[in-house]
């Protein structure tokens, strides 16, 4: 029988599905040629380790954590990134 819970964990989810707290690494960016290089340059890339700090009352925009800074981004800009979820005891 296949564990679901494992294969999950394994399987890259969008940066804007993440829940407050919960960190990954980003795996990729699946971006329009003008967000890529916005993200880029803000220091998104993969491999790179995030995590989303908190919402909005209304949901967006997302503050994320990133390389010791913090900033805000719109939920729909990020839909493409995508992260691989570090397991709770790794993030530790």
């Given at each position: 029988?296949?564990?679901?819970?494992?294969?999950?964990?394994?399987?890259?989810?969008?940066?804007?599905?993440?829940?407050?707290?919960?960190?990954?690494?980003?795996?990729?960016?699946?971006?329009s040629?003008?967000?890529?290089?916005?993200?880029?340059?803000?220091?998104?890339?993969?491999?790179?380790?995030?995590?989303?700090?908190?919402?909005?009352?209304?949901?967006?925009?997302?503050?994320?954590?990133?390389?010791?800074y913090?900033l805000?981004?719109?939920?729909?800009?990020?839909?493409?990134?995508?992260?691989?979820?570090?397991?709770?005891?790794?993030?530790?």
């Amino acid at each position: 029988m296949r564990n679901t819970n494992h294969d999950q964990n394994k399987r890259p989810i969008p940066l804007c599905d993440l829940q407050t707290g919960q960190g990954g690494v980003i795996a990729s960016l699946n971006l329009s040629e003008e967000l890529l290089w916005k993200f880029m340059e803000m220091g998104f890339g993969v491999g790179r380790p995030i995590r989303l700090v908190r919402r909005a009352p209304l949901g967006d925009p997302l503050e994320i954590e990133l390389m010791g800074y913090q900033l805000a981004v719109r939920a729909k800009d990020v839909q493409g990134i995508l992260v691989r979820l570090i397991p709770k005891e790794k993030a530790s």
